[in-house]
């Protein structure tokens, strides 16, 4: 009945793998979208032996096993086979959808005789089963699904989507059904605001194993042979899996357009290494595209916290505001050169305005035996100031609240392009000498988050709001106080901004600005 069949490899990995979260994800070209429909209504719940035609019970697969003749493990039955399956297909935007999801669902389920409901914007099957087709533009759409009662979510270019949507989406997986084990599926390729947490649940735990280079003569590329690594068990039980696919685990493509790998062979090496070879380990777009581990992260031996601490530096901490959101306490070492070293942090959630206080003096003074009057300056997000909350019948601010405890917050600067342009001409490396920013490795989230932001879409002058900025929120307002405004190394023909935009432009601009 099926006109065609997944590719071995990458493409039947994905499809047989029982995992509960599997990410089939990598570079462009993989068929991702194709499998993530096939995956949704396809999956094998069911089989049985054949052998010769013959459906064998247990015994007899033993003795033909006995006997050296390998009887076949077949599909028996498969996930819209039973009545009260349902699955959820889900793009961020509903063009998206349209363009790019439905045109692959269409070609596939027709070949089992779904019908598309367009008022319930689902495809459904002879036995009953539905295959849901949806969006998730804004937090509203969200707000529609969560609470379901889905058997399988396949979430397509999940790198669109905020980790704590895919989160609550996951709460509406469940089913009755025991032969329905419950799934989370996702693709997507490296690089949007889903990057960093894509790259730490599923690629970090589930690291791909390179097994070789193969050199392609029909295209004239080299590329490494990635095979999926181990699946990972967390601390509850679940189940991830990771799936690396390159445009090389989709022959069909290869024939029918073997004019893309070319195309992704000219792209810029970044681009190139994401969307070519499904590295993870770079980011295109990011807004601090001048960021290098080996000038911007500082080992523990060229770094010693010591008892002459205080005499050595000025010390500082720089905060952002969160409660849902993390709140983020960085904690600053500046020396005579006018240099700034970030050498700790506090990243921390569902915490009030108190008892973020009371950890941030508890660590201070635990790890570092500093005092609040042993830091020259708190220098906070202006949202500490919005009086929001009651005490003893007066209205508090968060920032009154670390009053309290002996914390007396100075109001940073929030003025988004100064921040930005602050922090990167920053991190900006001179021919000599140091950047004005260094951090120590004891600043994890700092050092995943600040150089993977992404340059804001409508406005290349800012990071992406919606990303994960708290960490450069917190440094940005403490590097405007701390820091000179002019760092001695903006005196170039083009500033800054031209330089940056010309980066993000791939050397495409030719005006000069002011």
């Not at 009260?84 to 070949?111: G, H, M, S, W």
């Not at 791909?208 to 999926?228: N, Q």
């Not at 994890?444 to 919606?466: F, G, H, M, Q, R």
Request: hydrophobic share 35%; aromatic share 12%; net charge neutral.
């Amino acid at each position: 009945m099926v006109s065609y069949i997944p590719h071995p490899g990458k493409q039947t990995e994905f499809l047989k793998d029982t995992a509960d979260w599997v990410f089939y994800g990598g570079a462009r070209g993989g068929g991702k979208s194709l499998m993530l429909s096939w995956k949704a209504a396809l999956t094998p719940r069911r089989w049985h032996y054949e052998h010769n035609r013959k459906i064998l019970s247990k015994e007899e697969v033993k003795e033909l096993r006995k006997q050296g003749k390998k009887p076949e493990l077949v599909i028996e039955r498969i996930s819209i086979d039973y009545p009260d399956f349902i699955a959820l297909l889900v793009r961020r935007t509903y063009p998206q959808l349209e363009r790019n999801l439905k045109p692959e669902c269409d070609k596939l389920y027709k070949l089992y005789d779904a019908s598309w409901q367009e008022r319930n914007k689902c495809y459904q099957f002879p036995s009953g089963a539905k295959v849901y087709l949806v969006h998730c533009q804004d937090r509203r759409a969200l707000d529609n699904y969560i609470g379901g009662n889905y058997n399988f979510i396949g979430i397509d270019e999940a790198n669109q989507f905020p980790e704590s949507w895919v989160d609550e989406l996951s709460t509406s997986v469940r089913t009755d059904n025991a032969d329905l084990k419950p799934q989370i599926c996702l693709t997507s390729n490296p690089g949007n605001v889903g990057h960093i947490w894509l790259k730490k649940k599923f690629v970090d735990r589930c690291p791909p194993v390179e097994d070789g280079f193969v050199h392609s003569t029909d295209f004239d590329v080299d590329y490494a042979r990635l095979t999926s690594g181990e699946k990972y068990y967390d601390e509850e039980g679940i189940t991830w899996k990771f799936i690396p696919a390159t445009v090389f685990d989709n022959p069909t493509l290869l024939k029918n357009d073997p004019a893309y790998v070319k195309k992704l062979k000219k792209l810029n090496p970044i681009l190139r290494a994401m969307w070519l070879e499904g590295r993870w380990d770079v980011f295109a777009g990011t807004y601090f595209d001048n960021w290098n581990p080996m000038h911007h992260i500082l080992s523990k031996s060229e770094f010693k916290v010591d008892k002459d601490l205080k005499q050595k530096y000025t010390l500082f901490r720089f905060y952002d505001y969160g409660t849902k959101a993390p709140f983020v306490c960085l904690f600053a070492a500046v020396d005579r050169n006018g240099d700034m070293i970030i050498f700790d942090e506090i990243v921390e959630t569902g915490l009030s305005a108190s008892k973020q206080a009371q950890m941030v003096n508890e660590y201070t003074w635990k790890k570092y035996k500093l005092k609040p009057t042993d830091f020259d300056d708190d220098i906070a997000d202006p949202a500490y100031w919005t009086k929001h909350s009651e005490k003893e019948g007066a209205l508090y601010s968060p920032a009154d609240f670390y009053g309290d405890e002996s914390i007396f917050l100075s109001r940073g600067n929030n003025d988004r392009k100064a921040k930005a342009k602050i922090v990167y001409e920053g991190l900006e490396v001179p021919d000599e000498g140091n950047a004005k920013i260094r951090f120590t490795e004891n600043c994890s989230y700092c050092c995943e988050t600040i150089p993977n932001l992404p340059a804001a879409e409508l406005n290349p002058e800012d990071v992406d709001t919606k990303s994960e900025d708290h960490a450069f929120d917190a440094l940005a307002y403490g590097a405007l106080k701390v820091l000179p405004t002019k760092t001695g190394r903006e005196k170039q023909e083009k500033g800054w901004r031209y330089k940056l935009l010309n980066k993000i432009s791939g050397g495409s601009l030719n005006w000069k600005t002011s």
